[in-house]
């Protein structure tokens, strides 16, 4: 069964940084995408960046472009977002997300295209 476990998330000041982590397990092969999502306190959940893990296709919306970066441990089974250049506007309770399949510019940031949720860590961006 596949399940994903997020962690990293903290306070930090604006322009700070954070790691996060998505842990996955119950993968079957490597034809998968990962979605990272975030929601704020009364706005909808919101994608903002997916990772084929097959192929490396990257897609991210422009208000994390060159400040929110992927990367893959293979060893660990671990997914990693890099959060630069952090502002208020980026608080949020960020979560990882999977489905069997690659990236689909049209449909991956649909909440509803991903089978699988972790349960979210919260970033806070605050001075």
């Known amino acids: 069964q596949v399940q994903l476990v997020e962690s990293g998330g903290g306070l930090v000041q604006p322009g700070g940084s954070l790691r996060l982590s998505c842990t996955v397990s119950?993968?079957?092969?490597?034809?998968?995408?990962i979605g990272w999502f975030r929601q704020a306190p009364g706005k909808e959940r919101e994608g903002i960046l997916c990772f084929g893990l097959s192929d490396g296709t990257i897609y991210n919306v422009d208000s994390v472009k060159d400040r929110f970066t992927i990367s893959r441990d293979n060893a660990k089974n671990t997914i990693y977002l890099q959060l630069n250049s952090l502002k208020p506007e980026d608080t949020a309770v960020y979560y990882c997300?999977?489905?069997?399949?690659?990236?689909?510019?049209?449909?991956?940031?649909?909440?509803?295209?991903?089978?699988?949720w972790g349960q979210g860590t919260q970033v806070t961006v605050s001075s």
């Open positions: 119950g993968l079957t092969s490597d034809y998968y995408t």
């Open positions: 997300a999977t489905r069997a399949g690659a990236p689909l510019w049209a449909l991956w940031a649909r909440e509803n295209w991903y089978d699988y």
